[in-house]
Every structure is written in structure tokens, then in C-alpha cells.
């Protein structure tokens, strides 16, 4: 793999909450890859850091007009979607959540997306110039559309900050960023015995923390045999950037023995992490 050109895809998450007709908050954020690089916190008049590249190479005037931009765009979304849901008479509460961004690829090339969901469900994408309804919109929709698609002024911006400062603001980010974005953590594993499944039966759990990038690789072993059984939990985050796995395995009490966790990650250099169940702990 090295070598070969990688693409960390830059993600901006909006998080609008509409309780009733006067209260409402908006949040937002942004990750390039896996690491979380700003937060926009409700009222919050700037930006925030969260690392210490998260300037890219955009200029503090180019940071400032950015802010600019979007502080408009945030109290005018409000005050839109406050107008929407009378004229489309929506019923109170609802969320509405934005997920806008881009990837840049070798030889300036980028490609860009900007999607809206009510109600958890996607309704509105951003397409070239004008804004279209999601494949299964409900039909309410088109008037919102029909007037959204009105403001060319609002257009031009949205195709600019899509085509432009995206691409310009990752390509910086992920330069300047690149070494913390491959870097390779290495995972600590233990073990430990969870509530029993039954009676004369163990619940094993091998847990795994720590590691980065996210891919990882954990099984329940009896010397080289995968045990199929094994039931993989979710990929959780550490507060540091991190992951953290727990992988269980429910056997016989007589059973335990023999058993082993084998860790595969690529910071590990093929080196796996191969932990023994210690038969004396389940008797
Ligand atoms: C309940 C119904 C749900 C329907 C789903 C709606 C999806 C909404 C998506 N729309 C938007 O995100 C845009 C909201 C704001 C926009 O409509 C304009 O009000 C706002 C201000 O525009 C005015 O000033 C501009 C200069 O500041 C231009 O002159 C414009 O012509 C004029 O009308 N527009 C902006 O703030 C532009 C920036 C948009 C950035 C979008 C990033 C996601």
C-alpha cells in the first residue's frame, strides 16, 4: 500500500433542532477521515479547533470571511426552515441534518455532495446548480425545492463553497495533517470472564483499545482454528481518537480452555496479539 495515492474524504455535519416555533439549535462539525477537526457550536460566533492543523492553509482573512458566510447562512437557515414549516405546515419537532463535503483526488481532480435529511430520512441533495429531491422525497418537498431553487444568489454560493473552498480547505487539511492521519496506534488487549449465559456456560470477552486507524481484526482461536461463534461488538471511540472492540465467545464452563484471542491490526506489523484464556480463573 505504500505509496499508492490515498483519498481521506472531508465530511461537515449540521445538526438543526426545531422543538417549536421559537426554540431551535444548530450544531456543527467537521472530520477529515477519522479525526474530528472543528466544531460549530450552537451560538458560538467562530469555529472552533480541534486540532492543531485545522487551519489548513486557508489565511486568517480567508478563515474570517469563512466564518462570515456562515454565520449568515446559519441564522438564514433558521429563519427558512421556520417559514417552510408554515408554509408546508409541519407539525413541531423536527430535525433537520446536513452532511456536505468533499474527497480530492491526484491531479486537482475533486469530487463534492451536499445531502439534507428531515426526520432522519434523506430529502434534499445539492446537484451541480440547483438543489433536487431525493429519490423518494414525499411530494410536500417540491414547493420548499421550487422556492430554494428560486435564490440564484444562494446557488452560486453553495456551488462555490462545493467546488472551491472545499477541495482547497481539504487538500490543505490533509497535508497538514498527514502525519497524525497515518499514523499507527497500537492496541492494548486484556481479557475477562462476563455474565454467565447459563448455567455451566462462560461468556469470554477479549477486549481490544487503543488502536488506529479503525480496521481491525479479533477472533476467538483454539490454536489456529477461527472460532465461528465468535460475536464481534461494535468499533466504539476513545475519547483520543482511538477505538475500542469487544469480542465475546459463550462456551461450555469445560470448555474455556485451550481458548485464545488472536489481535490482527496494522500497527502490529504482523506481529498479532495472542492472549490465553487462563483455564484457572473459570473454574
Ligand atoms: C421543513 C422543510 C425542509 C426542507 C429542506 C431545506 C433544505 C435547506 C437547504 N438550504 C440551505 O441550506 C440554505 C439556507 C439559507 C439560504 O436560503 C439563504 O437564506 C441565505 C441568505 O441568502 C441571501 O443572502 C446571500 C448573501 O449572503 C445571497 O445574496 C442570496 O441571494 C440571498 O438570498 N443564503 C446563504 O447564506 C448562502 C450560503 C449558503 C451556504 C450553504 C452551506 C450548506
Known amino acids: 500500500q505504500t505509496g499508492s495515492p490515498r483519498n481521506f474524504p472531508f465530511r461537515c455535519l449540521q445538526i438543526s433542532s426545531f422543538a417549536n416555533t421559537t426554540w431551535t439549535r444548530t450544531d456543527g462539525l467537521a472530520w477529515l477521515w477519522e479525526l474530528q477537526t472543528h466544531a460549530w457550536r450552537n451560538g458560538s460566533d467562530s469555529i472552533h479547533f480541534l486540532k ?28 427558512d426552515i421556520q417559514e417552510f414549516a408554515i408554509m408546508l405546515s409541519k407539525v413541531y419537532p423536527f430535525e433537520l441534518q446536513l452532511s456536505a463535503g468533499c474527497e480530492a483526488y491526484p491531479g486537482n481532480a475533486s469530487e463534492s455532495f451536499l445531502h439534507v435529511a428531515f426526520q432522519g430520512t434523506h430529502v434534499v441533495s445539492f446537484q451541480g446548480t440547483y438543489w433536487e429531491p431525493a429519490p423518494d422525497a414525499p411530494l ?29 480547505l481539504a487538500s490543505g487539511l490533509l497535508e497538514a495533517g498527514k502525519s497524525e492521519l497515518e499514523q499507527q496506534v497500537k492496541p492494548k488487549a486484556w481479557l475477562s ?7 455451566d456456560r462462560l461468556q469470554l470477552e477479549c477486549h481490544v483499545s487503543g488502536f488506529y486507524p479503525k480496521p481491525v481484526w479479533v477472533m476467538w482461536m483454539r490454536g489456529e482454528q477461527d472460532q465461528p461463534e465468535t460475536q464481534r461488538g461494535d ?6 481518537d ?16 485451550g481458548l ?3 489481535v490482527k491490526h496494522s500497527s502490529l506489523g504482523g506481529q498479532d496479539i495472542v492472549l490465553h484464556w487462563d483455564g484457572s480463573r473459570s473454574s
Open 260 to 262: 485464545s484471542c488472536r
Open 140 to 168: 410536500w418537498l417540491n414547493r420548499a425545492i421550487e422556492e430554494l431553487n428560486k435564490d440564484q444568489g444562494t446557488r452560486e454560493m453553495v456551488q462555490s463553497l462545493l467546488s472551491d473552498t472545499c477541495p482547497q
Open 235 to 240: 468499533v466504539l471511540p476513545n475519547a483520543d
Open 193 to 199: 470472564q462476563g455474565p454467565s449465559p447459563g448455567s
Open 52 to 79: 492543531p492543523w485545522s487551519r489548513g492553509n486557508f489565511s486568517p482573512q480567508q478563515w474570517e470571511d469563512l466564518q462570515h458566510i456562515l454565520g449568515v447562512y446559519r441564522s438564514s437557515f433558521t429563519r
Open 242 to 257: 482511538t477505538w475500542y472492540l469487544r469480542v465475546t465467545l459463550d462456551v461450555a464452563a469445560g470448555e474455556a480452555a
